[in-house]
């Protein structure tokens, strides 16, 4: 019956990207026995720009996704805290270990790990296609019915029951949609490259906040380090030298950064993309739903993107498959989908619409942080909400953020 109904599409699930998002929930479809193809208009291994830092949580999917152990064996460094800097050089430590035993974050580059949740989607099934960009999807009568790509010099229509857009930030599907809704703050820009010689502290990732950009350090495989530098867009495109020079500078304008990347060697370009905040108004409608940043992503400060990919494919794969078996892709049979957002990402985003909003503010960001180093028990509950392994609810508390704002 299956193979029936396969013969008038190319397969029941078309995912568009091989990022996180894109593998992991094309593995657990095919792993539910569904006829995955994936496409990907890059080749992998390939680089992409980010901090490369998995945070607790998302290195506790890793786990039961069973790729951990591999993570560890190509290298990743694994971190049990973040040291957070200020402006006016306080810090504390969001110490994931002591806020709860044997969490840790990890440091992996994107190269790596892309390619082994890419692999791993391969080995349990999903058909990959690698080199083929989607320019949008296909509708008719008002529902999606598959997509129009170019692969290998050649323009394809490919048809399926549901089209997944898991194509990050600027999701081909979500715009063909009409439902990407660009966020008009904050507009910042990211620049990431990884360094080898960057001098180590206790084994933690550490971020730098300055009056005007801030900066971060992952440890990575291979003695090497992420350093990622996050600017106002406006102020990278009125910048007067090169990339090289404005990167260089932003970290000069932070002492405790720069004293770190003294005498360490860029290995590789500096890889960067604007304006990163992004959104959909509609994460599923009519044979399509979207995962990962296609859906949304605000700004890479707490570290989550990663784990929020991972969990939104994990939140849609059981929805799809009732949705496939029930032969129905409708909004309405995607809809579950919808609330298992709402409830997974909704406390957690306002967290780090709050983040958000100390990050841009230096006397705000001086003062909070100069509470969470003075009061252990606020630093070991924001290290549990950063970290994605306590309830964001906690933070949005008015006691607890009495706590933190208290003179
Ligand atoms: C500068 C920066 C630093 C960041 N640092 C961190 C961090 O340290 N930790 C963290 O957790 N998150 C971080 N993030 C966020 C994180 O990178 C994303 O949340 C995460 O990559 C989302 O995964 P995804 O699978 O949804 O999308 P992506 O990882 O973006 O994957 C999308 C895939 O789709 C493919 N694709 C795109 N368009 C098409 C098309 N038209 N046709 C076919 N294929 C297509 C791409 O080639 C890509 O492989 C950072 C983001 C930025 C910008």
Redesign the pocket.
């Known amino acids: 019956m299956r193979n029936q109904v396969l013969a008038s599409r190319d397969a029941e699930v078309i995912v568009?990207?091989?990022?996180?998002?894109?593998?992991t929930l094309a593995a657990a479809l095919a792993e539910a026995g569904r006829e995955v193809l994936l496409?990907?208009?890059?080749r992998f291994p390939?680089h992409?720009?980010?901090?490369?830092?998995?945070?607790p949580a998302?290195a506790e999917l890793l786990a039961e996704m069973g790729v951990l152990d591999e993570a560890l064996r190509l290298g990743a460094r694994r971190m049990e805290g973040m040291i957070v800097h200020a402006p006016n050089g306080a810090a504390f430590t969001a110490h994931y270990a002591r806020a709860e035993p044997g969490r840790a974050a990890l440091g992996l580059s994107?190269y790596q790990l892309?390619r082994l949740l890419l692999e791993r989607a391969r080995a349990v099934g999903v058909t990959v296609c690698e080199g083929?960009?989607?320019?949008g999807v296909l509708e008719n009568s008002g529902r999606v019915t598959g997509i129009l790509?170019t692969i290998d010099g050649s323009r394809d229509a490919l048809r399926a029951s549901l089209v997944v857009g898991?194509?990050?930030?600027?999701?081909?599907v979500a715009r063909t949609l009409r439902v990407a809704s660009p966020l008009r703050w904050p507009r910042k820009t990211?620049?990431?490259a990884h360094f080898r010689g960057v001098a180590e502290g206790n084994g933690f990732g550490e971020m730098f906040v300055g009056s005007r950009v801030y900066a971060?350090l992952?440890l990575l495989e291979d003695g090497l380090t992420?350093v990622?530098v996050?600017a106002n867009t406006s102020d990278v495109a009125r910048r007067p030298g090169s990339i090289e020079q404005f990167f260089a500078a932003a970290t000069q304008e932070l002492p405790a950064m720069a004293r770190l990347l003294d005498g360490a060697e860029r290995v590789g370009t500096i890889r960067?993309?604007g304006s990163?905040a992004c959104r959909a108004r509609q994460t599923a409608g009519n044979g399509w739903l979207l995962?990962?940043?296609?859906a949304a992503?605000l700004d890479?400060f707490p570290?989550?993107?990663?784990?929020?990919?991972l969990r939104s494919a994990m939140l849609a794969a059981p929805v799809i498959d009732a949705a496939l078996d029930g032969d129905d892709c409708s909004a309405a049979a995607l809809a579950p989908y919808r609330l298992a957002r709402r409830r997974a990402f909704t406390a957690k985003r306002q967290v780090s619409w709050i983040v958000q909003g100390f990050v841009n503010n230096p006397p705000l960001m001086n003062h909070v942080t100069a509470r969470l180093a003075r009061r252990d028990e606020l630093g070991l509950t924001l290290a549990g909400i950063l970290g994605g392994f306590q309830p964001a609810t906690r933070a949005l508390d008015p006691r607890f953020l009495a706590r933190l704002l208290r003179p």
């Open positions: 568009v990207g091989g990022g996180p998002a894109g593998s496409l990907d208009k890059a390939r992409k720009p980010c901090s490369d830092y998995v945070n998302g994107r892309d083929a960009h989607v320019r790509a898991a194509d990050g930030r600027h999701s081909a990211g620049l990431a971060g992952a992420n990622t996050v960067g993309v990163m995962v990962g940043d296609a992503f890479p570290g989550e993107g990663i784990e929020q990919a």
